[in-house]
């Protein structure tokens, strides 16, 4: 994975601004028990907090990024204040009735394929 290649590939097209959903992890190095980490596949996942996500978006001409626990606004101008919040508004009211008509697969697919591997 060359997150900054693809980034570039991406803000290539031009886009005023670039919105991504990835969950942040909130240290230096994921815990070995965080639920997005599976050590035992030998995954080649990268996981990116909030600064990295702000470095990656500078590098590609992005200089003003807001980055969310879930969501992240890349822009090329400044982004109003007021849009963020009425953005994380309206994800706090959808979200979770989008999540209980269609829940995430991720965590227990996850765990299905940990058991899997700890079997013999």
């Known amino acids: 994975m060359q997150p900054l290649e693809e980034f570039r590939r991406i803000a290539s097209h031009g886009a005023d601004w670039i919105i991504t959903s990835t969950r ?6 994921p815990a070995q028990d965080w ?18 996500l702000r470095r990656l978006g500078q590098a590609c001409g992005y200089p003003h990024v807001l980055a969310g626990p879930t969501w992240q606004v890349f822009a090329r101008a400044p982004f109003p204040a007021w849009r963020w919040r009425a953005a994380e508004r309206w994800n706090g009211l959808l ?3 989008i ?22």
């Open 24 to 29: 942040l992890h909130p240290g230096p190095r």
């Open 35 to 52: 639920e997005y980490l599976s050590v035992e596949s030998g995954q080649h996942v990268a996981f990116y907090r909030a600064d990295t």
């Open 95 to 97: 979200f979770p009735a």
């Open 99 to 120: 999540r209980r008509l269609r829940p995430s697969l991720t965590l227990a697919d996850c765990e299905t394929l940990r058991r899997g591997l700890r079997s013999p």
